[in-house]
């Protein structure tokens, strides 16, 4: 039977990554650090590790006998302290890697993000070979960054790794990306800047866990590389919007707003908040999740049609009916 880790497993990504295994008969385990979550998927069939990835020791336990290690976890936010994404997304890569080569493990499948193309223009049709900006947009992009480099080392020490670059997920159990959206549209109404025209790729979240299981099953000439993963359909930010709200059967609220002075807005509250941290944890929005809805980035997928065999099943149309189905049973 094929074991596997899957980091990050109380996680929206992890946790569906550690569901199909299941289902396809995988020997799995789920590492994470919340045991409530943990004992949930424990009682789902998948035994659960608690750990921190900070720690060397338990992560590099977590990694014996393990077949693959699916590597989810990750401290994923437009805000925060350099030091802590630094902790947990290059301190705990470089754990798993030890971990990984200490005890052999077949093959490391890093997820890491697109955020690292990122540079307030627009950008379509990013290739893995596309330059990347000199300077990355955040610390969360910083680190990421870092973390790749890690796993690509790795390879020169004998492990086998694939990373791949999956943007902005979304679907049943999603947490972050749409809900987010939700509540701007019920408090104040979305920011519409420049009328919505910005182009954007997205990923229903069964495509990504395709392709990790695609990177695991690879042949050994399609490791050592990086490859982007989208549903290859751009969209229009403000066709996304009205496609969304007419599946959740609610009204669509968009507040008209020119990018200079959102731009301005963003980098207002980050000053801010840098200077008054007792008003919150984070902003309400930052410069770069204005820049995310204000400039088009779109990319090319043909290098994970090509290695890896991925072809998104789930369009965008059925991810989203999927998601406002489950969104309104989880209101209820």
Known sequence: M???????????LGRATAL??????????GLGRDPQAGRLLTEQGIPFVQADLRSTKEIEKACAGQDYVIHCAALSSPWGR????????????????????????RRLVHVSTPSVYFDYSDRLLISEQTE??????????????????????????????????????????????????????????????????????????????DALL????????ATGHIYNISNGEPVKLI??????????QLPLRVKPVSRPIALAAGQGLEWLYRALPSLGPEPKFTRYTVGLLA???????????????????????????????WWRNERL
């Open 2 to 12: 094929t074991k596997a880790l899957v980091t990050g497993a109380t996680g929206f």
């Open 20 to 29: 199909r295994l299941r289902d396809l008969g995988w020997d799995v385990q």
């Open 82 to 105: 350099y030091r802590d994404f630094y902790e947990m997304n290059v301190t705990g890569t470089e754990n798993v890697v030890t971990g990984c080569l200490r005890h052999g493990v």
């Open 132 to 209: 990347l900006p000199r300077k990355p947009v955040n610390a969360y992009a910083a680190t990421k960054l870092i973390a790749e480099r890690i796993v690509s080392d790795a390879g020169a020490n004998g492990l086998p790794s694939v990373i791949i670059r999956p943007r902005a997920i979304f679907g049943p159990g999603d947490t972050s990306l749409f809900p987010r959206l939700l509540r701007v549209n019920e408090s104040r109404g979305i920011p519409m800047i420049g009328g919505g025209q910005a182009e954007l790729d997205l990923t229903f979240m069964d495509n990504v866990v």
């Open 214 to 221: 695609m990177a695991c099953r690879a042949p050994d000439d």
């Open 239 to 248: 066709e996304l919007l009205r496609q969304l709200f007419d599946e959740l």
């Open 295 to 325: 400039y088009s980035q779109t990319l090319n997928i043909s290098k994970a049609r090509k290695s890896l065999g991925y072809e998104p099943r789930i369009s965008i149309k059925e991810g989203l009916r999927r998601f406002a189905d």
